[in-house]
């Protein structure tokens, strides 16, 4: 059984500063390209990052590039995105997600969700 579960989410001020954790199981982790996606309200779903299965090769929306940065270590099973200087329009529900290297990969693919809010 595949399993996608993330975590580090929760509620920061403007210019703070996050790190999510994906841990994964039920599938070999060394193989697909993994990325964070995210869903608002207001923007509906976004392709944020994608990385390879070395972690040689990565993209980013050009909205976060400076400010997050994605990376893995297979050993370990885990997805990692850091943040920093994050805004008020970075709020949503952010996901890992197998496949997506330079966009949106299908919703079935995404694991559960972690919520973020960036509010002073």
């Known amino acids: 059984q595949v399993q996608l579960v993330e975590s580090g989410g929760g509620m920061v001020q403007p210019g703070g500063s996050l790190r999510f954790s994906c841990t994964t199981s039920?599938?070999?982790?060394?193989?697909?390209?993994m990325s964070w996606v995210r869903q608002s309200p207001g923007k509906g779903r976004e392709w944020l990052s994608g990385?390879?299965?070395?972690?040689?090769?990565?993209y980013y929306k050009d909205s976060v590039k400076g400010r997050f940065t994605i990376s893995r270590v297979n050993a370990e099973n885990t997805l990692y995105l850091q943040m920093i200087d994050l805004k008020p329009e970075d709020t949503a529900r952010y996901y890992c997600?197998?496949?997506?290297?330079?966009?949106?990969?299908?919703?079935?693919?995404w694991g559960q969700g972690t919520q973020v809010t960036v509010s002073s």
């Open positions: 990385i390879n299965p070395a972690g040689t090769t990565i």
């Open positions: 997600s197998r496949g997506g290297l330079v966009s949106l990969p299908p919703s079935n693919l």
């Open positions: 039920g599938f070999d982790f060394n193989y697909p390209v």
